[in-house]
């Protein structure tokens, strides 16, 4: 009888990080796979707290070893300090009990087994095109499975995407169709297995958006950053598909590396940057594009129209991410042109990413990501583009580490060209031991030489000067991959009280 009980109890798994974007995916993925979650962290995202909280999900905000449920089958240990056994309760209780113990992208890879991984890679862009396509997916129309169902109901993929959508119920989901779409991270798995994270992975199609080095404190040079690219791309099978950008930095090196079917986009057919580079003509591509409030554009395959195409989403990088999906999608055929067309002009994106913060100003609050050059530049070429007689003012904090690293002070040369006043945060302690950081006192010193540059040490200084340098014509930035000291929360509700609609 005990015996009996004790199968009809669920599996227990305890996740050390839960906090993050992709452990908080990962718990809502296992608690739809019948497993019963905990997790702790003790500097938990806000975003990600109220999403585990409102999917029921038991967390901890202080670490302990009381914390991990008896009996417990599996712990999964996350990638972000301080998790080390050496100083964290709960990693050393798991690892002394000798429970079996995973981290993220192991646990990820046996959820994913048996189904047909559509894995989105790259240095930007990839939560974007993730979503786009498991949003697309679940447009497609299904036969109903019994006649007394009536109408056909929409798809059911999987999906784990490393940020919040606005459109999907959750950013995981273990679905009942084949399809399972993977965010697939080139960082480091664990800090006991310096594999990438996506090489976990058996992807069928892969989307590679770009490969501009990144994270410098874990692929110090750009031949590293490369590799788990190139071994990546190697695992597609013969059979399978391989999407790229042209325009993507190394992807043309990367490519190479693919023994299946290659496909090739690009925003526009003949762009001068493919020029300039000598690369040939994609096969997927935009003609008559139209920045207006809801953007559009013809989309092309092969000289040949396949849809028109209209979306809420702003900025020439996003419109190359539809592209991207859409030709992934429509290679595969996975999905209608007419469908396609019919899920981007309902789709509304994800949060921090290019999010609007206010909904009742005169004066727009943008977040955006900024984890890279890449990500920061093209956040503010997109609101230029879609604002180009407002002044452009950008609270930036030099967050992720490779902003704080001396080897991409150069970043600072010009990433805000583009920016009439900046207000600079100083650069957070997390990583501080981590190898060539840069002190604020560097970076404040290398930002000086713009005008307008206004340093602040917090939230409340950071306010005093938005309040002074804000007029009712301007548009706002908010950019980094941390909290801001709280300014993405404050800074909207101040200029939402200033500057009425």
């Known amino acids: 009888m005990a015996t009996n009980k004790k199968r009809e109890e669920k599996r227990k798994v305890h996740l050390i990080g839960i906090g993050g974007s992709g452990m908080s995916a990962l718990a809502v993925l296992l608690r739809e796979s019948g497993w019963q979650v905990t997790g702790t962290d003790a500097n938990p995202s806000n975003l990600f707290s109220a999403h585990l909280e409102k999917n029921k999900i038991l967390f901890y905000k202080k670490y302990s070893k009381k914390n991990i449920p008896k009996n417990v089958d599996l712990v999964i240990v996350g990638n972000n300090a301080p998790i080390s056994a050496e100083i964290n309760p709960e990693t050393r209780q798991a690892v002394r009990s000798g429970v079996k113990i995973q981290s993220m992208p192991e646990a990820l890879a046996e959820l994913s087994k048996n189904k047909e991984n559509i894995v989105v890679v790259g240095s930007s862009g990839k939560s974007t095109c993730a979503t786009l396509i498991a949003w697309c997916l679940t447009q497609v129309k299904k036969p109903a499975r019994h006649a007394s169902q009536g109408d056909a109901g929409g798809g059911d993929p999987s999906y784990f995407i490393g940020a919040l959508p606005f459109d999907l119920k959750n950013s995981s989901h273990l679905g009942k169709d084949r399809e399972f779409v993977l965010e697939g991270d080139e960082y480091t798995s664990s800090k006991t297995d310096k594999c990438s994270k996506f090489l976990h992975f058996d992807p069928s199609s892969v989307l590679l958006t770009s490969a501009q080095h990144d994270h410098i404190n874990a692929f110090p040079t750009e031949k590293s950053y490369k590799m788990p690219y190139k071994k990546f791309v190697a695992k597609i099978p013969k059979n399978g598909l391989f999407v790229y950008s042209l325009e993507g930095k190394n992807n043309k090196e990367i490519a190479t590396c693919a023994e299946c079917k290659i496909v090739s986009y690009a925003l526009e057919n003949t762009s001068p940057r493919l020029i300039r580079l000598g690369r040939k003509k994609p096969d997927w591509y935009a003609e008559n594009i139209k920045y207006d409030i809801q953007p559009s554009f013809d989309l092309m395959h092969k000289g040949k129209k396949v849809a028109k195409i209209k979306t809420k989403l702003l900025g020439k990088h996003n419109l190359e991410n539809i592209i991207g999906a859409g030709a992934l999608l429509l290679e595969k055929k996975k999905i209608t042109p007419e469908v396609f067309a019919q899920a981007i002009a309902s789709f509304h994106g ?100 713009y005008k307008n540059i206004h340093t602040v040490n917090n939230e409340k200084e950071g306010l005093k000067i938005l309040e002074k340098i804000v007029r009712k014509d301007d548009v706002i930035a908010l950019v980094s991959s941390g909290l801001l000291f709280g300014l993405t929360n404050s800074a909207p509700k101040l200029i939402e009280k200033k500057f009425p609609a």
């Not at 904090?397 to 100083?426: G, H, Q, T």
Request: glycine share 4%.
């Open 350 to 449: 994800i949060k921090n990413r290019l999010e609007l913060k206010t909904k009742d100003s005169a004066v727009p609050v943008y977040e955006g990501f900024g984890s890279s050059y890449e990500k920061a530049k093209a956040f503010f070429n997109t609101l230029r583009l879609h604002f180009p007689k407002r002044r452009l003012i950008a609270v930036f904090e030099p967050y992720a580490f490779s902003w704080r690293n001396r080897k991409f002070l150069k970043w600072y040369k010009d990433i805000f060209n583009n920016v009439n006043e900046v207000i600079m945060l100083s650069a957070t302690s997390h990583g501080k031991k981590a190898k060539d950081q840069l002190t604020s006192a560097e970076i404040w010193r290398e930002v000086k030489k």
